[in-house]
Antibody
Framework: QVQLVQSGAEVRKPGASVTVSCRASGYAFTAYYMHWMRQAPRQGLEWMGVINPSDGSTTYAQKFQGRAAMTRDTSTDTVYMELSSLRSEDTAVYYC???????????????WGQGTLVTVSS | QTVVTQEPSFSVSPGGTVTLTCGLSSGSVSTAYYPSWYRQTPGQAPRTLIYSTNTLSSGVPDRFSGSILGNKAALTITGAQADDESDYYCVLYFGSGIWIFGGGTKLTVL
């Protein structure tokens, strides 16, 4: 069965970096984009960016360009999201979610990870 | 910066019909934005209801439907049930790999 399993909760000080991992299983890793979203406490969902595991190409929301970096390891079917220069406003639950790669259309974020809480506090 | 707009809150009576909308701060939503709808209950990851405007996600009852109404995407729930009480998010595709979520609608069933 399809599973996206994320790494555990993290606590960081302002200015530090954090890396969250998302390990995929149960499907062809390179056939699906992997998106990253986050949700601050009592706030809505925010799309951060996406990686194509097939070639490693990435697209980031303007807000995160230069501060987020998404990478993948096809030997372990794992995607990583690093966020640097952390500030208190980055405290949130971070989610990965897959989307089927389609040549002429877009699809749904059909499977999500369980979420990873990142707390930024001095 | 384009903003995706949703009603902050909405209420519906049990058994009733409600339509939530998803618009743009500037311009009209069309099928080219591949509007999708997600439902989220507290402490859980979101779950797809509708994608590509009106495609029902697997396992979602046909009480849920999607459409374009005027210049907005719309999610209609018919026969509302108590467990439809959730947060509902739309997300739009802006091309070049970019997606933007709306602020979400808190639906109350009472």
């Amino acid at each position: 069965q399809v599973q996206l399993v994320q790494s555990g909760a993290e606590v960081r000080k302002p200015g530090a970096s954090v890396t969250v991992s998302c390990r995929a299983s149960g499907y062809a890793f390179t056939a699906y984009y992997m998106h990253w979203m986050r949700q601050a406490p009592r706030q809505g969902l925010e799309w951060m960016g996406v990686i194509n595991p097939s070639d490693g190409s990435t697209t980031y929301a303007q807000k995160f360009q230069g501060r987020a970096a998404m990478t993948r390891d096809t030997s372990t079917d794992t995607v990583y999201m690093e966020l640097s220069s952390l500030r208190s406003e980055d405290t949130a639950v971070y989610y990965c979610a897959r989307e089927e790669i389609q040549r002429l259309s877009r699809s749904e974020f059909d499977y999500w990870g369980q979420g990873t809480l990142v707390t930024v506090s001095s | 910066q384009t903003v995706v707009t949703q009603e902050p809150s909405f209420s519906v009576s049990p058994g009733g019909t409600v339509t939530l909308t998803c618009g743009l701060s500037s311009g009209s939503v069309s099928t080219a934005y591949y509007p999708s709808w997600y439902r989220q209950t507290p402490g859980q990851a979101p779950r797809t209801l509708i994608y590509s405007t009106n495609t029902l996600s697997s396992g979602v009852p046909d009480r849920f439907s999607g459409s374009i109404l005027g210049n907005k995407a719309a999610l209609t729930i018919t026969g509302a049930q108590a467990d439809d009480e959730s947060d509902y998010y739309c997300v739009l595709y802006f091309g070049s790999g970019i997606w933007i979520f709306g602020g979400g609608t808190k639906l109350t069933v009472l």
